[in-house]
């Protein structure tokens, strides 16, 4: 049997079991009763499984075809779906797609973006930009580009954030550094130690939020040395000014090492940010995939289980940007 007509078949099987009448099903579908009826007892003997149970009333699905019809909803979305970006991509002439991010965001999932934006729409160019969450968020509000990949809170008049990824916050310290043989750093040997941050202006909202939650766990944070960019923030700590808090996962400079914190599942919330005047077609499309993505890497077991961190009474597990 083709996959047309297997897709058919499945469609025919919904329109039963929501109609819970062969008769009603039919005049839904443009087919007759006998027809229809033969088409579901072709499907039970493909399958070899029941899968009506015909009553007084009527059909009822069996526990069998509840699960065909699950899947079957899932299928014939993917297909629609398919077919309407397919239809797009003939028909219109895309404008260049102008993506903003920002250096802190993980470049694995600005790769993703454009990787999966590319497969979708091949014809459409993407333009980059980089800048600093504030500068991305005003260009985005005045339609200057078409999304921004920054670290949460992001906060404008119409922004749509579609959170892609998530890492915990560890302590970036040098490799030589006498708490560096410890598995995790106890909020309390942070203290006067933690003094190096990124530059506060270039993310106001989140820099105030990083603070308070330091301060939850009585850490004082003391801002001694601000960079603009990871590089500059992990020269700092290979130069011995202090210690940073850093996205774990993040390419690590030579000599230095990265640990968690004790008690707490601080996270840095990476999200494409969508604007209320953006024209770009693609948008749509490109959120839909990427959620599919995302959810089908999540089915996938871990190589290596993830060490967590000791839980507390006071654990947290807040966005926020490093």
């Known amino acids: 049997m083709s996959d047309l007509v297997e897709f ?15 008769t009603r099903a039919a005049k ?55 077919l309407a970006t397919t239809r797009a991509a003939h028909r219109v002439s895309f404008l260049p ?8 965001v993980d470049h694995a999932l600005y790769e993703m973006v454009c990787s999966i934006h590319t497969s979708l729409f091949p014809s459409c160019e993407i333009r980059p930009e980089s800048g600093d969450p504030v500068d991305l968020l005003h260009m985005l509000e005045r339609g ?15 922004f749509k954030a579609y959170p892609f990824m998530q890492s915990r916050l560890v302590v970036c310290m040098k490799s030589d550094d006498p708490l560096a043989h410890l598995k995790e750093i106890a909020p309390s040997d942070l203290r006067g130690k933690l003094t ?3 530059e506060p202006k270039q993310h106001p909202e989140a820099h105030l939020r990083l603070l308070e939650m330091l301060d939850e766990v009585g850490i004082s944070g003391e801002v001694g040395n601000t960079n603009k960019t990871p590089h500059d923030l992990q020269w700092m700590v290979e130069s011995g000014y202090g210690y940073a808090l850093i996205r ?30 953006t024209s ?43």
Do not use: C
């Open 8 to 22: 058919r078949k499945l469609k025919n099987l919904i329109a039963v079991v929501e109609e819970g009448n062969i």
């Open 28 to 82: 839904r579908v443009y087919l007759s009763q006998p027809a229809l009826s033969a088409q579901m007892k072709d499907l039970e003997e493909e399958l070899q499984v029941s899968l009506l149970v015909r009553d007084r009333n009527g059909v009822k699905a069996t526990a069998a075809a509840e699960i065909l019809i699950a899947g079957s909803r899932h299928l014939l979305k993917l297909r629609d779906d398919l």
């Open 97 to 104: 797609m102008r993506l903003g991010f920002s250096s802190f």
């Open 144 to 158: 200057e580009i078409d999304a921004a990949l920054v670290t949460l809170p992001a906060n404008g008049p119409g």
């Open 196 to 198: 190096i941050f990124r």
């Open 248 to 277: 774990e996962g993040s390419e690590l400079q030579t000599g230095l090492v990265t640990r968690p914190i004790a008690g707490v599942t601080w996270t840095v919330d990476s999200a494409l940010i969508l604007g209320k005047f």
């Open 280 to 322: 770009q077609r693609t948008m749509p499309h490109l959120v839909r995939e990427m959620r599919k993505r995302l959810r089908l890497q999540a089915t996938v077991p871990l190589s290596k289980p993830v060490r967590s961190v000791r839980p507390s009474i006071s654990e947290k597990s807040l966005p926020l940007f490093a």
